[in-house]
C-alpha cells in the first residue's frame, strides 16, 4: 500500500494566516501525482473534499483553499484564514487502494 | 443537488449486528460507487471498501473482511453497512461516500456520518 504522511500534525494560527500543510506518498510515484485530494474536517462534523486531484478545487469549496505538488510533496495551502478553518485535514492518495494521512488540526494560536 | 443521508446513532451490546443506511439522491445512482470510512473516535479516517452501485460487488479493505458486509438496494437509492459479532473495538463514526468523477476512491460527498457505540 502507498502511505501517506503528513507534517505538521498540528499548528496554530491566527485568522488571517496563510498556513500550510504538506504531504508525501511513499513510495513515491508519478502515477499517484493526480490522484492526490484534501479533506476538511471540523469537529463533529464529516469531511468534505475541498482539492482533488492535488490542485483542482472542488465545487463549492472557497478561492482561499489551493493545493500543489513539488516532486513527491503535495501541499495544501490556506490563504487569509477564516474562523470556520480551524479544523483537521486530511491528505489521501486515491490511486489505487486508497490511505489517509494521519492528518493535521489547525487550532487557534 | 447531491445528497448522502445516514441512519441515526446505534447503541449495540457485544455481540450484536448492527446496519448503517446510506440514502443517496439528486443523481443517477448507478453512475457512482459508495465508499464506506471508520473513523475511531479521537482517530484519523481508514477506508473500509466500496461497492459497486452497477454489480451490487462489494470490496473490502484488509481488516474489514468477515464481519463486514455491504449492500444495495437500487430500488430506494440506498447503501447498507452490516456489522456482526460487534465488540467494542468497532466503536467508531462510519461515514459513507459517493465516489468522485476523478476515481471511484475519491470521496466528493459524505454522510453525515453515523456513531455505533458498543458496550454493556
Known amino acids: ?109 | 443537488q447531491v445528497q448522502v443521508v445516514q441512519s441515526g446513532s446505534a447503541l449495540k451490546m457485544p455481540g450484536a449486528s448492527v446496519r448503517v443506511s446510506c440514502k443517496a439522491s439528486g443523481y443517477p445512482f448507478r453512475d457512482y460507487a459508495i465508499n464506506w470510512v471508520r473513523q475511531a473516535p479521537g482517530q484519523g479516517l481508514e477506508w473500509m471498501g466500496w461497492i459497486n452501485t452497477i454489480t451490487g460487488v462489494p470490496t473490502y479493505a484488509v481488516g474489514f473482511t468477515g464481519r463486514f458486509v455491504f449492500s444495495l438496494d437500487t430500488s430506494v437509492t440506498t447503501a447498507y453497512l452490516q456489522i456482526t459479532n460487534l465488540g467494542p473495538a468497532d466503536t467508531a463514526f462510519y461515514f459513507c461516500a459517493r465516489a468522485h468523477d476523478l476515481s471511484t476512491y475519491t470521496l466528493g460527498n459524505w454522510g453525515q456520518g453515523t456513531l455505533v457505540t458498543v458496550s454493556s
Open chain 1, 1 to 109: 500500500d502507498i502511505q501517506m504522511t503528513q507534517s505538521p500534525s498540528s499548528l496554530s494560527a491566527v485568522v488571517g494566516d496563510t498556513v500550510t500543510i504538506t504531504c508525501r506518498a511513499s513510495p513515491a510515484s508519478p502515477d499517484v501525482i493526480n490522484y492526490v485530494n484534501w479533506y476538511q474536517q471540523r469537529p463533529g462534523k464529516a469531511p468534505i473534499l475541498l482539492i482533488y486531484g492535488a490542485s483542482s478545487l472542488q465545487s463549492g469549496v472557497p478561492s482561499r483553499f489551493s493545493g500543489s505538488v513539488s516532486g513527491t510533496d503535495f501541499t495544501l495551502t490556506i490563504s487569509s484564514l477564516q474562523p470556520e478553518d480551524f479544523a483537521t485535514y486530511y491528505c489521501q492518495q486515491s490511486y489505487t487502494t486508497p490511505t489517509f494521512g494521519p492528518g493535521t488540526e489547525v487550532n487557534t494560536k
